[in-house]
């Protein structure tokens, strides 16, 4: 079978991390095309994949002026950049794996899928947790009826203290007006694996949450606005240029060190936690988002679950070694 033609739409962290699965897989997805406005994004990932200058804009629209000269298009723009690319592909015919969420509101929801359902293109959304080893095994256990009927589910969702800090206290989905409640920007996977695991949607949702720490209310005394100017940095779990150092120490210069700077020198880190979003306290940003929540959801049978979304998880549960290490490091 010939591989899918693909456009990117959105280079940032999720577009370049699919295309390049593209790239390792050349029998079954080619990206032919991308949309990005930052032009240095846009020249590594076209470089990266050998796309030729009129396939790689700056904007999307751009692509979508076309006739359709692709089979399918990846939308990995942010939360709030999706129903409207994804609209204007469905409408070309272009089958579109869309990342989550889908939109921020039920409306835009409901436009996306009328516009996919008058093309009768398929619409996958970027649910990635439903395709892990574990969750694979777990389906298949709970399937096989080896447990009985499953009536009560206690699922925990450890963002961790140093994920937090970075994506939902400095980073892009910090406030839920910028992109999605944490529940939408986060909890959405965990949602549709518990409906997917269970085989079934619930009928009943309850939630309570609230933002209890991250606020100028919890700032150590003597704390200034930015890490590296700080006098209690040394002590403070959420070390900003400790955190980033060491990754870029270790030669970790994927996520997260990679929303922080596009070039991984010390000069670009050191400029980054001096003036960018990454370098400020946590306790003196803009966010709004929860940092703890819990869910309830009751099903038609009587079975329950309750799903715990909380920041303070400890570093034990991260997966990669050197973010391991980092956040020890930073517990310490
Ligand atoms: N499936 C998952 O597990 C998962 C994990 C993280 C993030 N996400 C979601 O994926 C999406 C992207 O997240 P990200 O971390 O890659 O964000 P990102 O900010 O790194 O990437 C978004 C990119 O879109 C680009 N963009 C902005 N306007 C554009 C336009 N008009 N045309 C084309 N591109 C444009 C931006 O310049 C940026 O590079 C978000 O909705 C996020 O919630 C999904």
């Not at 999720?14 to 050349?26: E, K």
């Not at 961790?160 to 920007?185: D, E, K, P």
């Not at 949602?191 to 085989?199: F, P, R, V, Y």
């Amino acid at each position: 079978m010939a591989p899918v033609s693909v456009v990117v739409v959105g280079a940032g962290e999720r577009g370049t991390g699919y295309a390049r699965w593209a790239r390792d897989h050349p029998d079954r997805a080619s990206v032919v095309a991308v949309a990005e406005p930052r032009e240095v994004r846009r020249a590594r990932f076209a470089a990266e994949h050998g796309i030729s200058a009129g396939n790689a804009v700056p904007d999307w629209r751009q692509l979508a002026s076309r006739a359709r000269f692709a089979e399918a298009v990846l939308i990995c723009t942010q939360d709030r950049m999706h129903a409207e690319p994804a609209e204007a592909f469905a409408a070309l015919g272009y089958h579109i794996l869309l990342e989550k969420p889908m939109a921020p509101d039920e409306a835009a929801c409901r436009r996306i899928v009328t516009a996919v359902e008058k093309t009768g293109v398929m619409l996958a959304v970027g649910h990635v947790m439903r395709y892990t080893p574990y969750s694979r095994a777990v389906k298949a256990i709970v399937e096989s009826g080896q447990l009985g009927d499953i009536m009560s589910v206690q699922h925990l969702e450890p963002v961790g203290f140093w994920h937090q800090a970075h994506s939902y206290v400095r980073g892009n989905w910090r406030r839920s007006g910028l992109a999605a409640s944490m529940l939408l920007a986060k909890s959405c996977h965990d949602l549709d694996w518990l409906a997917w695991i269970l085989g079934r949607a619930p009928l009943r949702v309850s939630s309570f949450g609230a933002l209890t720490h991250f606020t100028a209310a919890n700032a150590p005394a003597g704390a200034a606005d930015r890490c590296v100017a700080c006098p209690v940095e040394a002590s403070c779990p959420y070390s900003a240029p400790r955190l980033y150092r060491g990754l870029l120490e270790r030669g970790e210069h994927g996520w997260p060190l990679s929303v922080v700077v596009e070039d991984f020198s010390a000069g670009s880190l050191d400029e980054a936690l001096r003036d960018g979003p990454y370098g400020r306290c946590v306790y003196a940003c803009d966010n709004d988002v929860v940092d703890n929540q819990i869910v309830i959801l009751d099903f038609a049978d009587g079975a329950t679950a309750s799903l715990t979304m909380t920041a303070f998880a400890p570093p034990s549960l991260i997966r990669r070694p050197a973010l391991r290490a980092a956040s020890f490091a930073s517990s310490s």
